[in-house]
């Protein structure tokens, strides 16, 4: 007897459709295709069925025409089929791993076919009963939006944030917009204690078939590190720009930010007014903080600015600084390469891509140096970074807007972590 419904997904097109290179890395090792019952399909399994569903993914450097051909195809459904995909379609966006389906009735006719574009939208190309040829067209395909509420918790089971996250059944994304939001408070690297605690409100998209589709940004989210408690909430300017505060209604963004690296990079050599230097061999200042990092990370501004120097310097490689206001100055040297348009004159915003790291100039090994200068002087930046006053508070005339809002959303943060409300997009 032929099975009357065949579905065989990869766990690989699963990971590439949540569109996340980091959860791809989590998934188990993938060894061929499984066969399944997608979730769709369950509803309808009872019913006598006139066709077959193949569902299959993308191998690498596939035609369209090469990647249908396999599942032989009567050649006049083929030819018409690949016709419609192509001419609606840029066959060059076709993306190895991504889902496709093909619903084939028994006599080897296709009834439709379907390619996941991404994890929000499908080309589709169906017909009617009779027609030679196919309509294609790109769809939405269909999900809800929810509030829901994310808690997670630091242990012996689950020792750091992803761990904890993936426990909750939530994604690395949280983790990453949590290390954004306490980048200046919480060291998510090494400072993360057993008994550490976090609660998070955040929007998060589902398709109608269960598939994992993105989070919004993060609402409210409150972190209990070490025994203190730090919170955040998001809040939108009537000119549409937004940022994170605390409850009182002081920002999160500093005037530095904590390193121009991102996450908590290791300090390979801190400032100093006399060190031995590890290519020259004798005894001067180490004008900055060494921070190890591979070649090509990325390194930001730490504050906004205007570039005053990029270009190569003796001893510090290719080098940027940028101006900022106070009479404050940072500077960035041994990068690999200089970011496009970052010469002297631009504006630069805080954490803005000003080079890579790299180990141009006399460095012995890939890193960073990061220096800063007040009113001309060399100043040690850690200990200039922390001394710098929190952000700038909500003005007086949002401020009520404000309360109200963190009012709202603390209170949906205390509710058990589960959806809060549901609408449909
Ligand atoms: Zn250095």
Do not use: C
């Amino acid at each position: 007897m032929t099975p009357r419904t065949q579905i065989v997904v990869g766990l690989t097109s699963l990971a590439l459709s949540a569109g996340l290179a980091l959860v791809r890395d989590r998934l188990p090792e993938h060894t061929g295709n499984v066969i399944t019952d997608a979730p769709r399909r369950l509803a309808d399994v009872l019913l006598p069925r006139d066709s077959d569903v193949i569902s299959s993914v993308v191998p690498n450097g596939a035609t369209v025409a090469g990647m249908l051909g396999k599942h032989l195809l009567p050649e006049s459904e083929l030819s018409a089929l690949v016709q419609a995909v192509t001419s609606n379609f840029d066959v060059r966006k076709l993306r190895a791993g991504n889902i496709y389906k093909i619903d084939r009735l028994f006599d080897g006719r296709i009834r439709s076919f379907e390619y996941e574009i991404d994890p929000t939208r499908a080309l589709r190309a169906s017909r009617r009963e009779g027609d030679i040829a196919f309509a294609a067209e790109v769809v939405e395909l269909p999900r809800t939006t929810t509030q829901v509420v994310v808690e997670g918790r630091i242990d012996r089971d689950a020792p750091s944030i992803s761990e904890s996250l993936e426990r909750a059944g939530e994604r690395l994304d949280l983790a990453l917009a949590m290390a954004d939001i306490f980048s200046g408070e919480i060291d998510f690297n090494s400072g993360l204690q057993p008994g550490d605690s976090y609660r998070l409100v955040v929007e998060k998209s589902v398709r109608d078939d269960g598939l994992f589709v993105g989070y919004g940004p993060v609402k409210a989210a409150e972190f209990v590190n070490d025994g203190r408690t730090l919170a955040a909430m998001r809040f939108a300017f009537p000119d549409g720009k937004a940022g994170y505060f605390d409850t009182d209604g002081r920002s999160l963004k500093r005037f530095f930010l904590k390193t121009p690296l991102k996450f908590e990079p290791r300090i390979t050599s801190r400032f100093s007014r006399s060190r031995m230097h590890p290519v020259l061999k004798y005894a001067r200042a180490h004008n900055g903080v060494d921070y190890g990092a591979p070649t090509g990370a990325p390194v930001v501004s730490v504050s906004n600015g205007t570039v005053s120097f990029a270009g190569w310097t003796n001893g510090g490689g290719r080098t940027v600084r940028v101006r900022h206001t106070s009479g404050y100055e940072s500077e960035y040297m041994h990068l690999s390469a200089i970011a496009a348009g970052i010469t002297p004159g631009t504006r630069v915003g805080q954490g803005d891509l000003l080079g890579l790291v790299g180990q141009t100039g006399l460095a012995s090994g890939p890193h960073l140096h990061y220096g800063l200068r007040r009113n001309g002087q060399y100043v040690n930046p850690i200990a200039e970074h922390q001394n710098l006053p929190p952000g700038e508070p909500v003005p007086a005339v949002l401020k009520a807007a404000f309360d109200a809002e963190r009012n709202t959303l603390f209170a949906a943060m205390r509710q058990p972590a589960r959806a809060l409300s549901a609408n449909d997009e």
